[in-house]
């Protein structure tokens, strides 16, 4: 009976999460994610469905488990399988992977989920994860739970991610110095990260958040963006923390939108906060992610003045409280779009946020960064700005090398691709993006070719945006089309925006192609309600498209934008 009702739980566990279950022979039983090719969000896919078969593991009847315990195991490599899966009848999955990760489990301690080193790179900034000994001086990963706001977090390091952090060790220590110093202190540090398009600001942050985690504090980390699409949002970034705090995609309805806000720090009635208090707080922020505390009705009114001062109120008690259960990171990507509420409201979590464990990491372009740091009057006692340059000539022969592991590069090549990408890191990917697909380079088993003359010649006359539109031209109309919509509505574009600029519903196939080829990726933590959001992986590549549009063309793609978000009516 045992047998029978565990192999129940464990397909619809992992069926629900998006997974293939593929054998369950003997105590073994074999679940398979991205079957046909591995895409963005599997491996966390994956960890969801090993904690929730875990936990639901444990509330079995206690007759039935009589003593028996179970491991799970996960990693990420090639499988060998047949068959469509236990659903369809009889099926097979083995391999190298999947005897690593079996003998992971069996070593591992009994009711733990475990981590392969693989898996464990790919989403170790949304768990939090302990090493364990498990006997001979090994150690094994196990999974304890799921981070606060960890989807937001998986997409950020997700877009970023990809190719390891390239000469900038003595920035990553800046920032590594800033979080031992919040949590020496117990005060607000700010670090603001600047640079070009493509200068890897993102990048660096992404893997500085992936390696604070291992240094045994627990981080609350929470990260929000300002959009370029100018939504009609007040503290946007903000907001988009708060939601990912309360998982508010996953909220029933606003009646449980309401209940989990209810549960944030700061927020719920106790004896340091009067239930008057907390209601005025909870209604702030129901206001912010567009509800009335009463109808659920989305609001559309301008905030008062009083509001305004409500929502500062509420942010910073959040924060605050939320600092007083563990350090909190607050990273605010884009800074450079950032509107004048939003300016505010951030200075006043800086002054009223100076005594608690806050290291606040803002994120912006060099051009704008003057007038956005005056903005925000951060402490300058305890301000260590990041300015990101151009790469060395043998950084960026690095850089290529990690691109195209096993290609001969020469210096003159190298030379080349740095002038054309100003050296930027961003860039000198998407001109190497782009040579491949010239044929410059070839892939041939687990190394890359280059033909160097070709090359050469390819990349000597032309600039970036050249190689870019190159690439873009080269794609089917509607896939095309897709690219270009997303660099006219900027960062988290849901997908009903797109739809109403494309004037039609884009299909499943042109967004994989995109991701395939490494334009795209899918927003974990969308904004809206039941609606997906993309963003392209590189900015530069969405500038240089929206340069290359006609001026009309973009005007009627923002104006088909402004109407859909001018029709949204349900709440955000």
């Known amino acids: 009976q045992l047998r029978a009702d565990f192999a129940e739980l464990f397909v619809s566990v992992i069926e629900r999460e998006g997974g293939r279950p593929m054998a369950i022979l003997g105590d073994d039983a074999i679940g398979v994610f991205g079957l046909g090719g591995l895409r963005e969000g599997e491996t966390e896919a994956a960890v969801d469905a090993a904690l929730r078969l875990m936990s639901m593991f444990k509330t079995m009847p206690a007759n039935l488990l009589d003593g028996v315990t179970l491991r799970i195991g996960i990693d990420v490599g090639p499988v060998q399988s047949r068959g469509l899966g236990v659903t369809f009848g009889t099926a097979f999955a083995g391999g190298a992977t999947v005897e690593r990760t079996r003998a992971a489990a069996i070593a591992a301690p009994a009711g733990s989920v475990v981590l392969g080193e693989t898996a464990l790179c790919e989403v170790r900034v949304v768990y939090d994860v302990r090493r364990r ?77 992936q390696q604070l985690g291992d240094e045994g504090e627990r981080w609350q980390l929470d990260i929000g ?102 350090p909190v990171v607050l990273v605010i990507e884009a800074m450079q779009w950032a509107k004048g509420p939003t300016l505010e409201l951030i200075a006043h979590l800086a002054r009223t946020c100076d005594d608690v464990p806050l290291l606040l990491i803002p994120i912006l372009r060099s051009d704008r960064a003057d007038a956005v740091l005056a903005a925000l009057a951060l402490p300058a ?154 963003t392209l992986r590189q900015a530069q590549v969405g500038d240089v498209v929206l340069g290359a549009l006609p001026v009309a063309l973009r005007a009627e793609l923002h104006r088909r934008a402004a109407r859909w978000l001018l029709d949204w009516r349900e709440p955000r």
């Not at 003595?170 to 640079?195: F, I, Q, W, Y």
């Not at 990912?244 to 106790?270: I, N, W």
């Not at 070719?449 to 010649?457: P, Q, S």
Request: hydrophobic share 45%; with cysteine.
């Open 133 to 209: 000994d498990v006997g001979d001086d090994a150690s094994c990963a196990v999974v304890e739970r799921r981070r606060d706001s960890a989807r937001s977090l998986g997409a950020y390091v997700g877009q970023s991610a990809g190719v390891r952090l390239v000469a900038r060790e003595t920035e990553r220590m800046m920032l590594t110095r800033a979080s031992k110093r919040v949590l020496r202190s117990d005060c607000l540090v700010a670090v603001p990260v600047m640079g070009e398009a493509g200068s890897g600001k993102s990048r660096l942050v992404s893997e500085f958040l």
């Open 381 to 534: 006692a305890r301000t260590t700005p990041i300015d990101l340059g151009p790469l060395e000539i043998d950084e960026v022969g690095t850089l290529v090398e990690a691109l195209r592991p096993g290609a001969q590069v020469p210096e003159p090549l190298v030379e080349a691709i740095a002038a054309l990408s100003d050296g930027l890191p961003g860039q000198i990917e998407a001109v190497v993006l782009a040579l491949t697909e010239d044929g410059c380079f070839e892939h041939a088993g687990d190394h890359w070719h280059v033909d160097v003359k070709r090359a050469t010649a390819a990349a000597k006359g032309r600039s970036l945006g050249d190689l870019v539109l190159q690439r873009i031209n080269r794609m089917a109309p509607n896939e095309r089309g897709l690219i270009e919509a997303l660099a006219a509505a900027g960062p988290a574009a849901p997908r009903g925006v797109l739809a109403a600029m494309l004037g039609r519903e884009p299909s499943e196939r042109e967004f994989d192609a995109a991701k395939q080829q490494r334009l795209l990726v899918e927003v974990r933590s969308p904004q809206f309600r039941g609606q997906r959001a993309f």
């Open 225 to 326: 963006a300002c959009s370029a699409l100018g939504l009609p949002v007040a503290y946007e970034p903000l907001v988009e923390i708060v939601r990912a705090r309360v998982r508010a995609h996953e909220a029933s309805d606003d009646d449980d939108l309401r209940a989990r806000l209810q549960r944030l720090p700061g927020l719920a009635a106790e004896a340091s906060v009067p239930a008057e208090v907390a209601q005025r707080r909870l209604r702030t922020l129901l206001r912010m992610l567009g509800l009335h505390a009463t109808d659920g009705e989305a609001s559309v009114r301008p905030a008062t003045d009083a509001e305004q001062q409500a929502a500062f109120e509420a942010f910073s008690h959040l924060i605050r409280a939320s600092c007083a259960i563990a």
